[in-house]
């Protein structure tokens, strides 16, 4: 069974940086691509960014392309977050999509994703 086990959310004032992590454990790595969702009060679950199964292809919000950096390494999902802004605001989810055989594959569609991890709260001050 696949878990999710995200960590390094918190509060911060705005300008400031943070990097999420989230380790996943069971399962076979190397043919997972996976993915960064967040969600703010009231709101939808939305895209933030996603990786392909070998770490060479990303793709980033437009929201937080230029601010935010997708990397992995083996099982562990990171999040860069800089010039972090109030609207960045949400619980911040870490998601992963199983059984995928293309290596430069990634997935933007939250329903495209197998497992989710229980979020990391990420509030930004101004």
């Known amino acids: 069974q696949v878990q999710l086990v995200e960590s390094g959310g918190g509060l911060v004032l705005a300008g400031v940086s943070l990097r999420l992590s989230c380790a996943a454990s069971g399962g076979a790595f190397s043919t997972y691509a996976m993915g960064w969702f967040r969600q703010a009060p009231g709101k939808e679950r939305e895209f933030v960014a996603a990786i392909s199964r070998s770490g060479g292809s990303t793709s980033h919000a437009d929201s937080v392309k230029d601010r935010f950096t997708i990397s992995r390494d083996r099982n562990t999902v990171y999040l860069q977050m800089n010039s972090l802004k109030p609207e960045d605001t949400a619980v911040y989810y870490c998601?992963?999509?199983?059984?995928?055989?293309?290596?430069?594959?990634?997935?933007?569609?939250?329903?495209?994703?197998?497992?989710w991890g229980q979020g990391t709260k990420v509030t930004v001050s101004s």
């Open positions: 998601a992963l999509r199983s059984g995928v055989y293309g290596s430069s594959t990634y997935y933007t569609d939250k329903n495209a994703y197998h497992y």
